[in-house]
T-cell receptor
Framework: DAKTTQPPSMDCAEGRAANLPCNHSTISGNEYVYWYRQIHSQGPQYIIHGLKNNETNEMASLIITEDRKSSTLILPHATLRDTAVYYCIVLPTGTASKLTFGTGTRLQVTL | EPEVTQTPSHQVTQMGQEVILRCVPISNHLYFYWYRQILGQKVEFLVSFYNNEISEKSEIFDDQFSVERPDGSNFTLKIRSTKLEDSAMYFC?????????????FGPGTRLTVT
């Protein structure tokens, strides 16, 4: 599976957009980019995924560069409840693949 | 909204004892997983289960671990003889069988403390 690189931590003011970057320069053509988050010690929570097009759902937007070597998760109006560790994971299609969690980005949303 | 549930939320056991952690996956999901997270460390994959058999396991998942889907709803993780280093949060996850999305949905976890 492709390796991902994320900054260890970021801060964001409440109400502002949080932009979390992820580098996955070795991604291959059949691999999706998935984002999960873990709030404190709770179970990881699925956020969004994409292959090459930008995606949006009720939680976030995912912007994938044209060369697919990096992506950005956008939380449009961060709240205190969005404080969590965010994980970018590259996952091949067509399998029951395990999720391989890295250290992620610890996002701290402040007043 | 359907969710994965896990019981108990916290289990304390003595070293050498057997424990069974229970999970009820989302009802129409067909892939099941166990992960663990030692305090302060990464979430680690243990095992995946599909069609009543293990499809993949990590090197952590040794002979002391086993999984079972005893009926149509439960998915269990058994640790036969617990060790101190088994103390961790254990998360169950499940996934639909769809071919367009592979997102896994996690339960709230069971905190296992081995003394």
């Amino acid at each position: 599976d492709a390796k991902t690189t994320q900054p260890p931590s970021m801060d964001c003011a409440e109400g502002r957009a949080a932009n979390l970057p992820c580098n996955h320069s070795t991604i291959s053509g059949n691999e999706y980019v998935y984002w999960y988050r873990q709030i404190h010690s709770q179970g990881p929570q699925y956020i969004i995924h994409g292959l090459k097009n930008n995606e949006t759902n009720e939680m976030a937007s995912l912007i994938i560069t044209e060369d697919r070597k990096s992506s950005t998760l956008i939380l449009p109006h961060a709240t205190l409840r969005d404080t969590a560790v965010y994980y970018c994971i590259v996952l091949p299609t067509g399998t029951a693949s395990k999720l391989t969690f890295g250290t992620g980005t610890r996002l701290q949303v402040t007043l | 909204e359907p969710e994965v549930t896990q019981t108990p939320s916290h289990q304390v056991t003595q070293m050498g004892q057997e424990v069974i952690l229970r999970c009820v996956p989302i009802s129409n999901h067909l892939y099941f997983y166990w992960y663990r997270q030692i305090l302060g460390q990464k979430v680690e994959f243990l095992v995946s289960f599909y069609n009543n058999e293990i499809s993949e396991k990590s090197e952590i998942f040794d002979d002391q671990f086993s999984v079972e889907r005893p009926d149509g709803s439960n998915f269990t993780l058994k640790i036969r003889s617990t060790k101190l280093e088994d103390s961790a949060m254990y998360f169950c996850a499940s996934r639909y069988r769809g071919t367009q999305s592979y997102e896994q949905y996690f339960g709230p976890g069971t905190r296992l403390t081995v003394t």
